[in-house]
Structure formats: structure tokens, C-alpha cells
């Protein structure tokens, strides 16, 4: 089926080339934007600012938003002999053409369907055509006005007039085609019907004798060969064969998909379909005309053949194997017409695809259909073989059960062993596990040691001084004044915050490493934590003549994050940075947004960090070779407590250093969605 897809677009897309293809010398037309009507002398006054530039294919679709177009172009004094103006669509009310020749008062040309005479030099035609000839060396200016109450689609094309015969040609073999594909198609499934009996090949040859008498009339050919000259049976059949097209796919689709029998629900829908297409639209002409009746046509056309499709995906998903082939016939149908109504009221751009897209699909949709027909009948085919072959499969399956029954002992022979080894390997590695976990604990002890002598060293230093302190408030109290006390009391309290911070640092990563440490995240502005941290260490930069220069790149990046986590990450790696970096330097923090992340970056100038101290930087209760600048006390845990931090939070955190040149630490933190 896909081969035939296939090969069915190529084929359908190599005979449209010709038909779409226009003349490669055409000039350029500019359009007025104004769809109202207006006088040729109020036009002719214009500015040049008041029109715009058809694209190059010089096609445009102002759709159901006005009825009158008027358009305009120069030709060049190099361009003379006999000219054929085209306009690719026959269903135009009316056209008048304004030839402006060089100091000559203007010719005009009168055509459209409604005109009782039209100006066709070369006899009956698919199009609307205007010919005039053109002396060599004098300029001419071309106005074209349009007036219908159709879909305001306009796409001139000038040709000399060899060129316009070579074109013709190739349009009429194009269209004989594409008709001589329904009339086909149409006789083959009468044919079918007579052998076969089958009512789905009546219905589809309903169907696609409508359907092709629909494309007919939308190409011209109805135009050219029946109704011209008579604009009120136009009008009527633009209303009348659309509806009854429409009836005729509802029936076609309520039918092959045998809801009757499966889905009365879906029956009854597609019946009132069937009935409501000309009920809505027929009236619809009669009272507003062919300027209410074809849009109307048009939603009732994809709402009415969207519930056809609706109806297929429903019988396909009960796993009625059929309905794949009537979706592949009608998908191209239902998109060609939505690209079509969707070009009419500008949605997309008015193209040769967009305009001609809805022939393209009823053509290939056409084919598809009679191989769906033909899918249906292999499918019913291949069930009656299902059928058989299934008695023929239980047969083999009560011979694989004897053999299966003698395996069968062998199977727990093997299986028993299988266990047996598989019980050998699991305690293999019960043992290998206990010796790895006696490991384990050994270097735990070891490290709960090491812990203990460095919560007793960085302690003891704070906590003396505080004694110290204390005993000299108590001894010289009435002898100091009130400044040297509160000197001294702030000397406490520093000494007193300094233990609280080592106390929480050695309680914070036992948390983490023992899993108690609880995160609790919630959406979290990136900016405002920044701004917050920063805020706290103005004073402390101040102290040590440091600039904290902070750069926030978008103010709108969340954070899901738990905030004490992030606030501890900020606080350690700003505090780091101050800590080593020496007086007069600066400090720069940024915030940037990079694939779904947000990037924080704290950069000192300090006296940077070797290779080696930087294998070592995450660990816990690493001193490294570098001092802080201002003694301050270190503990060794603050970047351990940044790392599990980022880590649990899903972020990312890495180090950039070289001896002399400072440090920059960046966390990559996710974005909250």
C-alpha cells in the first residue's frame, strides 16, 4: 500500500507541474490592499505607497474578506508583439482590464463568468483570458479589477502569444488527465459492482462521479465546455454538486465501516450527515447567494468529512482491519481541503500548493479509495484463510505439546543445576559483601576519629576566647567605659558565632552522610538568593577593602530547590571567596541561564589554587595551601557541605584555577519547570 501512495503522489505531482508552472518572464503585479470597491480614475491616482508586491509567483488569496481587487504592473518598451493575460481562476464575477499605453487614452476589456460576451480570442477556455498586442519601444501600465463573491483568489499570468499555445497545450493534457482519472475510476467500480454485488463499489462510484463533477467545475472545465455564458447554473451547481458530494461520502464512509452492524452510534451521526449537507447548504444559497453558500460549504465540507474520519479512527482502534485503508483514502482528501479553506481565509500563504492542494488530494484520494475496496475484499479473504489456518495451528500446537511434555524433564534436570550454582554464586557474593562491608565500617571508625580530633582542635580555640573575654568583663567591668564593653561583648559574640558555625558545619555533613539530612524543595527566584547573600557580606567586603560586583543576567530564573540548601551553597562560596581574597581585589558574582540551567559563577583574585590542592578540594576536612588573607578560621567542610548540597538538589558544581590568577567556582543548578 505504501509503494502505491508513493508512486500515486509522484505521478499526480509530475502531471500538476506543468498546470502550475507559469511564464518565466511574467512581470511584476502589485496589489492594492483596499477591497472595496473604487473607480479606475481614483485607483490611477494612487500613490506608488499604497500598493504592495506580489510575490514572486504572483499569486495572492484575499479570501472571504472583500469582493473587489484591483492589481497593477508595468511592462517594459522591450516587451511587444501579441499578449495573452491569464487569470487562473474561471469562476470571476467580473474583470476589467485598463491598458495605458504611452500618451493614449485607456482600452479597456470587460470579462468574468456573469458577462454576456467575454473577450476569449482563442474561443471557449478553462480560464478568463484578455489579449491585445503591444508595439516595440512604448511602455505600458496594465490595471486589473476584480469584483466576485467567491474567494477572492487572482493569479495573473502574461504570456506572449506563442508561449501561452505551448502552455495551453500542456494545461488541457493535464486537466484530460486528471478528469479521464475520475471517469475511470468510476467505470472500474461500476464494473466492480456488477461482478461483485458489493454496494460499497455502487457508493464509491457515487461518490467519485460527484466528486470529479465538483473538481470539474473548480478547474474551469465546466466553464469551458457547458456553462458559459449561463452564470445562474454556475451559481446553483457550486452549491448543489458540493452538497450532494458530501451526502455521498457520508453514505460511502457509513457503509464500508459497517457501523450499521458495529457502531449504530456512529451510524445514526453519519446518516443525519448525509441528510443535513444539502439541507444546510442548498437553502443557504437560495437565500444569501453564492457569497454566503460557499464558505458555508466549505466548514460544513470539513466538519461533516472530519466526523467521516473520526469515524474511521473509532473502527480502526475496535481493530477492524479495513478502516486503515479508508483512512489512507481519505486523510489526502480532508487535508487537501483544509489546506484549500485554510488558504481562503488566511491562514497560511496563497501558494500553488495551498490553492490547487485540494485537487491533488481528491485525485490521489480517488485512487486510494478503489485500493481500499480492494484491501477490504483481501481482508475478508485472508479471514476465511485465518480461519483455516487456525485449526490447522491447534493441530501443530497438540504435537508441540507432546514434545514439549518429553522436554519437560530434561528442562528440570537443567533447572535444578542451574540452581544449585546460581545458590554457590550468591553465597560467593554474601562473602565477598560482608568482607567489603568489614572494610566499610574499619575506615568509618577511623574517620569518626579523625572527626572528634578536629571538632576538639577548631572548638577549642573559640570556646577559650570566649572564657577569656568573659573573665575580663567580669574583672574590669566598672572600670572600662561603654565602648570598650561593647568591643569586648562583640569580641563574644564573634567567637560565639564562630563555634555555632563549626558546630552546624559538623552536624550538617554527619546529616548528609548518615541520609537524615531532610530536603524540602520549593520554587526559589535565583536572583533575589543572590541579591540576599551578597547583601550580607557588603559590610564584611568593606572591612577588607574588597568590591563585590554582582551580575544578574535575567531576573526571572526558579530555582526548585530547598532554600536553607541554596542558601548555605551561596554562603559557603562567597564567604570562600572573601576569605582568600586580599585587600584592594575585587569579587565578581554572575548568574546566567544556559541549556535549561542556571549558572552561577563566584570568581575572587586571590592567590588562586594549585593542581593538586584541586583533586582535593571537595573532600571533607581539606586544609589547603592557601591561607585566608584576613585569618580567618577555616573548617574544611564548607565546600564538602556545597558539593552534597548541589548533588542532591540535581546540579552540578567544578572549580577553574591557576596559581596567581584566582579561583572561580560555578554551580549548574536545573530550572524549575
Known amino acids: 500500500m505504501l509503494r502505491y501512495l508513493l508512486g500515486l503522489c509522484a505521478l499526480l505531482g509530475s502531471l500538476s507541474l506543468p498546470a502550475l508552472a507559469g511564464p518565466t518572464d511574467t512581470p511584476v503585479w502589485s496589489v492594492h490592499t483596499n477591497t472595496r470597491p473604487m473607480s479606475f480614475e481614483h485607483v490611477e491616482s494612487l500613490p506608488a505607497t499604497d500598493w504592495e508586491a506580489l510575490p514572486p509567483g504572483g499569486m495572492t488569496n484575499r479570501g472571504f474578506r472583500g469582493n473587489s481587487l484591483w492589481l497593477q504592473t508595468r511592462l517594459s518598451p522591450e516587451r511587444f508583439g501579441k499578449q495573452v493575460l491569464e487569470l487562473a481562476n474561471p469562476l470571476h464575477d ?31 477556455y478553462h480560464n478568463q483570458l484578455f489579449d491585445f498586442d503591444l508595439e516595440a519601444g512604448q511602455g505600458s501600465t496594465l490595471f486589473l479589477n476584480i469584483e466576485t ?74 466553464h469551458e465546455f457547458f456553462m458559459l455564458g449561463h452564470p445562474a447554473w454556475q451559481d446553483f451547481l457550486s452549491s448543489l454538486l458540493p452538497a450532494l458530494a458530501l451526502a455521498a461520502f457520508c453514505r460511502f464512509a457509513r457503509n464500508f465501516l459497517n457501523l450499521a452492524e458495529h457502531d449504530p452510534r456512529l451510524y445514526r451521526l453519519l446518516t443525519l450527515c448525509m441528510w443535513a449537507a444539502p439541507a444546510l447548504i442548498l437553502p443557504t444559497w437560495w437565500l444569501f447567494g453564492s457569497e454566503v453558500s460557499i464558505p458555508v460549504t466549505d466548514l460544513v465540507s470539513l466538519l461533516f468529512s472530519g466526523t467521516g474520519i473520526l469515524a474511521g479512527f473509532s473502527r480502526l482502534g475496535a481493530g477492524y482491519r479495513p478502516a486503515r485503508y479508508y483512512l489512507l483514502s481519505q486523510i489526502p482528501l480532508v487535508s487537501g481541503g483544509l489546506i484549500y479553506v485554510s488558504a481562503n481565509l488566511g491562514l497560511i500563504p496563497a501558494i500553488p500548493l495551498a490553492m490547487f492542494g485540494f485537487q491533488l488530494g481528491a485525485g490521489l484520494s480517488a485512487v486510494m479509495i478503489a485500493l481500499a475496496l480492494a484491501g477490504k475484499l483481501r481482508a475478508l479473504q485472508q479471514e476465511h484463510l485465518q480461519a483455516h489456518s487456525d485449526r490447522l495451528i491447534a493441530e501443530q500446537q497438540m504435537i508441540e505439546v507432546l514434545r514439549e511434555s518429553e522436554a519437560a524433564l530434561e528442562t528440570r534436570v537443567q533447572e535444578r543445576t542451574r540452581q544449585l550454582e546460581q545458590a554457590l554464586e550468591l553465597q560467593y557474593r554474601q562473602h565477598n559483601e560482608l568482607e567489603r562491608s568489614n572494610v566499610s565500617l574499619k575506615a568509618l571508625h577511623e574517620e569518626r576519629g579523625a572527626f572528634l580530633q578536629i571538632a576538639a582542635h577548631d572548638l577549642k580555640n573559640p570556646t577559650a576566647a570566649i572564657i577569656s573575654y568573659a573573665d575580663l568583663l567580669r574583672e574590669r567591668w566598672h572600670s572600662w567605659d561603654e565602648e570598650k564593653k561593647l568591643k569586648r561583648i562583640g569580641n563574644i559574640r564573634s567567637m560565639a558565632q564562630l563555634t555555632f558555625d563549626i558546630i552546624r558545619k559538623l552536624l550538617d555533613i554527619d546529616a548528609i552522610e548518615s541520609g537524615n539530612y531532610a530536603l524540602r524543595p520549593t520554587t526559589l527566584n535565583a536572583s533575589e538568593s543572590l541579591r540576599s547573600v551578597c547583601a550580607e557580606y557588603r559590610e564584611r567586603c568593606e572591612a577588607k577593602d574588597l568590591r563585590l560586583h554582582l551580575s544578574l543576567g535575567e531576573d526571572a530564573l526558579r530555582l526548585r530547590i530547598d532554600k536553607t540548601a541554596l542558601h548555605q551553597i551561596l554562603d559557603n562560596l562567597v564567604s ?43 573532600r571533607k576536612f581539606t586544609r589547603l595551601s592557601a591561607r585566608p588573607t584576613g585569618g580567618e578560621h577555616s573548617t574544611g567542610l564548607g565546600l564538602s557541605i556545597v558539593k552534597h548540597m548541589v548533588e542532591a538538589s540535581g546540579g552540578q558544581v567544578g572549580c577553574l584555577s591557576r596559581l596567581g590568577e584566582g579561583a572561580t567556582f560555578f554551580v549548574s543548578l536545573p530550572l524549575a519547570a
Open 94 to 124: 467580473r474583470i476589467t482590464l485598463y491598458i495605458l499605453r504611452d500618451n493614449a487614452p485607456p482600452e479597456v476589456r470587460h470579462g468574468g463568468f456573469r458577462q454576456a460576451h467575454t473577450p476569449q480570442t482563442f474561443g471557449r
Open 149 to 222: 463573491s467567491r474567494p477572492l483568489f487572482a493569479w495573473p499570468r502574461l504570456y506572449s502569444g506563442s508561449d501561452f499555445f505551448g502552455n495551453s497545450v500542456k494545461e488541457r493534457m493535464w486537466l484530460g488527465l486528471y478528469c479521464g482519472l475520475f471517469v475511470t475510476l468510476c467505470l472500474y467500480s461500476l464494473m466492480a459492482w456488477v461482478g461483485t454485488r458489493d454496494s460499497n463499489y455502487f457508493d464509491y462510484a457515487l461518490f467519485l462521479s460527484l466528486m470529479g463533477l465538483v473538481q470539474g467545475q473548480m478547474l474551469g472545465v465546466w
Open 576 to 618: 570562600n571567596a572573601i576569605k582568600y581574597s586580599p585587600q584592594g581585589r575585587s569579587i565578581h558574582v554572575s548568574l546566567e541561564q544556559e541549556a535549561g540551567h542556571a549558572l552561577i559563577q563566584v570568581r575572587d583574585e586571590g592567590p588562586g589554587i594549585s593542581e593538586e590542592d584541586q583533586g582535593k578540594l571537595f
